[in-house]
């Protein structure tokens, strides 16, 4: 039964967005919420998860916390049906769960290349695979891909292969979910200051985090760094009926980095 006590832009709508813990996750969960949406918060971290859900429900919100590995299909399997025991159905699934990699293929190592490619594709691929089973018209699912799927990154190989992987699968989606009137998109984010990123921002600086901010801050023309809200933001547009002839697409937020 579709639940219209709260209005907004996904009233009604059941989301369930991995990587929820902080961040860009965390940001979206909070817009999804306050725009309407019971939101399933799924994290590797289940304290990281339960803040995540206490700050939904303190501004009145409704939240289910949940912890689960997004490369253990049977983790994930139980963390949707859970979202769907609780709330009756799912209409959005934000691909967001990833983890970064460094080093060139040439100094890469062969277990940072499975973990990269296990939590940023894998874990899509197993979540969607869940969801879909209760995914039907007017459905969304939002993938996580990033600029460096787009461009070269000097020094993270396994991560730029990773996201041009989670861009073709996204594309591959959508053609293949079109008929079942679910659209599948791909945020590309530039830099956003989250924790995953502060460890890369330090290495590009030495180990100077404001060195590396301002090595960074060159190549975007908007003059700073993406904010969390900057991509809840966008990912609640996808999420949204406002783009119900999007599928397969690719947006990028990036302050106009790929644009130089």
Avoid at 231 to 245: K, P, T
Wanted: a negative charge.
């Amino acid at each position: 039964m579709t639940d219209t006590s709260r209005s907004g832009r996904l009233a009604g709508k059941v989301a369930l967005i991995t990587g929820a813990g902080s961040g860009i996750g965390r940001a979206t969960a909070v817009r999804f919420a306050a725009e309407g949406a019971r939101v399933g918060v799924l994290d590797l971290s289940a304290d990281a998860a339960a803040e995540t859900a206490k700050l939904i429900d303190a501004a009145g919100g409704q939240a289910l916390p949940l912890a689960a590995d997004v490369v253990d299909s049977g983790q994930v399997a139980e963390a949707v049906e859970a979202v769907v025991s609780r709330y009756g159905h799912l209409d959005v699934l934000y691909n967001n769960a990833g983890v970064d990699s460094r080093g060139s293929v040439a100094v890469a190592e062969e277990d940072d290349w499975d973990r990269c490619f296990g939590v940023n594709v894998k874990g899509t691929f197993l979540t969607s695979r869940a969801a879909l089973r209760h995914m039907g018209t007017g459905s969304s699912i939002i993938n996580q891909g990033s600029v460096a799927g787009l461009v070269g990154v000097a020094n993270f190989a396994a991560y730029c292969a990773a996201k041009g992987a989670v861009i073709a699968l996204t594309r591959s989606m959508a053609v293949d979910l079109a008929p079942r009137g679910v659209r599948v998109n791909v945020i590309c984010p530039g830099t956003v200051f989250t924790p995953l990123m502060e460890p890369m921002l330090r290495a590009r600086g030495d180990g100077d985090l404001q060195a590396g901010l301002a090595k960074t801050l060159v190549k975007y023309p908007i003059g700073r760094l993406g904010d969390p809200t900057d991509i809840a933001n966008v990912a609640l547009f996808l999420a949204s009926d406002e783009a119900a002839f999007m599928t397969g697409s690719v947006v990028t937020p990036d302050g106009g980095m790929t644009a130089q």
